[in-house]
């Protein structure tokens, strides 16, 4: 059994800090260098698991502390990320004292006993990568929300496979193209993804959540090891008795990242961020801990300021408190230049054009001591009620619940009571349900006439100055009608 762990600064990425890798599997490099320099000057470290043939060697940037490893049984796992049910997956193991020198260690010992359904036995946020020796399988998973990114790439004529938590760390290698994808690009500005596993480089993709990629003898395949809603089943609604563990639920989900070290809460005024900071505070008093540390950006336009909500939050809770003003956050040079300035170093173009500002936030955090910042974000999209909800309702003919959906969107929004009743019984609901049957009587009855409506839909949204050229238009023509649902 051979493991090495990484020091205690173990902090998600998206969160705090994470390190950056990529795992290089193929041929022995001989020629001494293997891949250092990936990251730039100075060289990255570089190593092999297994000096045999083929071989696992992993490059970490200069500035951080490498993944946890392990190799046993023939078999090697690069393992970087957070465990959250150790205890469990221990107890079902035989060799308990190996298994505990890292969570490496203790995903390989999982994997020995269960293969790759071990994947759905683990819990946590990580990316791995695993070589089994014993039938030349090669596996690279990313966790069940994708808290963790990983890539992968094929690079040389020896067609080595790679994988790294960084598009830009995967760039950088020798072998693999800079070339960019120009059709993503064209339909990321028409705000269209309709591949998830492509990145904006020809060469890279993505390995998307709750997904493992599998190299072998037969070639490679991508598949989903977890799905909270198979298509090809029914809808599993929460139970009115599962209601009563929310506040279990979400006093766990905050604790496990307060096990990390120190943590920040971008606390703004709004109910997601003010629920976090709370369930933190409460639960750093009830362990001992410090207590988080708020992070408050306060915006100049009146509509927008929450700095007297800010501060009474972070008072009433007895919370440390750091309040930036925005025009300081994004520096003299305004949001902006601030914005391109951040977009150039990223892989991608930049989504949320505060991010700057936040950046600024997260970097007093740290100095502060903070080794995991919270946040409220992903609360409307895991507690809201979608408006398509209306259709389902409509189908099932729940009435009451019809009216409970448009009294709750009375209460939520500032929206007059007619268009409301329109939202609800219109256009997320009858015209949903009318679209479907249509689309129905179209697939069987006049296939080319709804292939046709596709492709007028496309053009109709992709502007002329987006695809200039034939080719590209075809191009997107085609991706869209690939990606439409049946």
């Given at each position: 059994m051979i493991a090495t762990d990484r020091p205690a600064r173990d902090v998600p990425s998206g969160v705090a800090a994470s390190g950056r890798w990529v795992a290089r599997f193929g041929r022995p490099d001989r020629s001494g260098e293997?891949?250092?320099?990936?990251?730039?000057?100075?060289?990255?470290?570089?190593?092999?698991?297994d000096a045999g043939r083929p071989e696992l060697r992993l490059t970490v940037d200069p500035d951080d502390a490498?993944?946890?490893?392990?190799?046993?049984?023939?078999?090697?796992?690069?393992?970087?990320?957070?465990?959250?049910?150790?205890?469990?997956?221990?107890?079902?193991?035989?060799?308990?004292?190996?298994?505990?020198?890292?969570?490496?260690?203790?995903?390989?010992?999982t994997y020995l006993r269960w293969g790759e359904a071990a994947l759905s036995r683990i819990k946590g946020i990580f990316a791995l990568v695993l070589w089994d020796g014993r039938n030349d399988t090669l596996l690279g998973a990313r966790d069940p929300l994708g808290v963790y990114p990983l890539y992968y790439a094929e690079a040389?004529?020896?067609?080595?496979?790679?994988?790294?938590?960084?598009?830009?760390?995967?760039?950088?290698?020798?072998?693999?193209?800079?070339?960019?994808?120009?059709?993503?690009?064209?339909?990321?500005?028409?705000?269209?993804?309709?591949?998830?596993?492509?990145?904006?480089?020809?060469?890279?993709?993505?390995?998307?959540?709750?997904?493992?990629?599998?190299?072998?003898?037969?070639?490679?395949?991508?598949?989903?090891?977890?799905?909270?809603?198979?298509?090809?089943?029914?809808?599993?609604?929460?139970?009115?008795?599962?209601?009563?563990?929310?506040?279990?639920?979400?006093?766990?989900?905050?604790?496990?990242?307060?096990?990390?070290?120190?943590?920040?809460?971008?606390?703004?005024?709004?109910?997601?961020?003010?629920?976090i900071a709370a369930v933190a505070a409460d639960s750093a008093r009830r362990h001992g801990r410090p207590a988080p540390h708020a992070l408050s950006l306060v915006f100049p336009d009146p509509e927008s300021n929450e700095e007297l909500t800010q501060r009474a939050v972070a008072g009433n809770l007895?919370?440390?408190?750091?309040?930036?003003?925005?025009?300081?956050?994004?520096?003299?040079?305004?949001?902006?230049?601030?914005?391109l300035e951040l977009s150039a170093s990223l892989p991608l173009p930049l989504l949320n054009f505060w991010l700057p500002g936040y950046c600024h936030l997260a970097r007093i955090g740290q100095r502060q001591g903070c080794q995991v910042i919270l946040t409220g974000g992903g609360?409307?999209?895991?507690?809201?009620?979608?408006?398509?909800?209306?259709?389902?309702?409509?189908?099932?003919?729940?009435?009451?619940?019809?009216?409970?959906?448009?009294?709750?969107?009375?209460?939520?929004?500032?929206?007059?009571?007619?268009?409301?009743?329109?939202?609800?019984?219109?256009?997320?609901?009858?015209?949903?349900?009318?679209?479907?049957?249509?689309?129905?009587?179209?697939?069987?009855?006049?296939?080319?006439?709804?292939?046709a409506r596709r492709r007028w839909h496309v053009a109709r949204l992709t502007p002329r100055w987006v695809a200039p050229d034939r080719a590209l238009r075809r191009e997107l023509d085609e991706r869209a009608l690939q990606s439409a649902p049946d």
């Amino acid at each position: 059994m051979i493991a090495t762990d990484r020091p205690a600064r173990d902090v998600p990425s998206g969160v705090a800090a994470s390190g950056r890798w990529v795992a290089r599997f193929g041929r022995p490099d001989r020629s001494g260098e293997a891949a250092a320099g990936a990251f730039g000057s100075p060289p990255a470290t570089a190593w092999a698991l297994d000096a045999g043939r083929p071989e696992l060697r992993l490059t970490v940037d200069p500035d951080d502390a490498p993944p946890a490893w392990a190799e046993l049984q023939g078999c090697r796992l690069i393992f970087d990320g957070v465990l959250y049910n150790r205890a469990e997956l221990t107890r079902h193991l035989a060799d308990r004292a190996t298994v505990r020198s890292n969570d490496a260690a203790l995903v390989l010992g999982t994997y020995l006993r269960w293969g790759e359904a071990a994947l759905s036995r683990i819990k946590g946020i990580f990316a791995l990568v695993l070589w089994d020796g014993r039938n030349d399988t090669l596996l690279g998973a990313r966790d069940p929300l994708g808290v963790y990114p990983l890539y992968y790439a094929e690079a040389g004529a020896e067609h080595e496979v790679l994988l790294a938590t960084s598009v830009n760390g995967l760039v950088r290698q020798p072998g693999v193209g800079r070339a960019l994808n120009r059709a993503a690009l064209a339909d990321h500005l028409c705000h269209r993804w309709p591949d998830v596993g492509e990145t904006y480089y020809q060469q890279v993709r993505r390995i998307p959540p709750g997904h493992v990629l599998r190299v072998d003898r037969a070639g490679r395949r991508l598949r989903r090891y977890w799905d909270p809603a198979p298509l090809d089943a029914p809808v599993r609604w929460i139970r009115d008795e599962e209601l009563g563990r929310f506040d279990e639920l979400i006093e766990q989900a905050v604790e496990r990242f307060l096990d990390l070290g120190r943590a920040g809460v971008f606390l703004s005024g709004g109910l997601d961020s003010v629920s976090i900071a709370a369930v933190a505070a409460d639960s750093a008093r009830r362990h001992g801990r410090p207590a988080p540390h708020a992070l408050s950006l306060v915006f100049p336009d009146p509509e927008s300021n929450e700095e007297l909500t800010q501060r009474a939050v972070a008072g009433n809770l007895g919370l440390p408190q750091t309040v930036v003003r925005f025009a300081e956050a994004v520096g003299p040079q305004g949001l902006f230049a601030a914005a391109l300035e951040l977009s150039a170093s990223l892989p991608l173009p930049l989504l949320n054009f505060w991010l700057p500002g936040y950046c600024h936030l997260a970097r007093i955090g740290q100095r502060q001591g903070c080794q995991v910042i919270l946040t409220g974000g992903g609360g409307d999209e895991w507690l809201g009620v979608s408006p398509f909800y209306a259709a389902d309702l409509l189908r099932a003919g729940k009435l009451s619940g019809l009216r409970g959906l448009a009294a709750s969107a009375r209460r939520s929004y500032r929206t007059p009571r007619l268009r409301v009743l329109q939202d609800v019984l219109w256009t997320f609901g009858a015209r949903l349900l009318l679209e479907a049957a249509i689309h129905r009587l179209l697939r069987r009855a006049a296939p080319g006439v709804l292939v046709a409506r596709r492709r007028w839909h496309v053009a109709r949204l992709t502007p002329r100055w987006v695809a200039p050229d034939r080719a590209l238009r075809r191009e997107l023509d085609e991706r869209a009608l690939q990606s439409a649902p049946d």
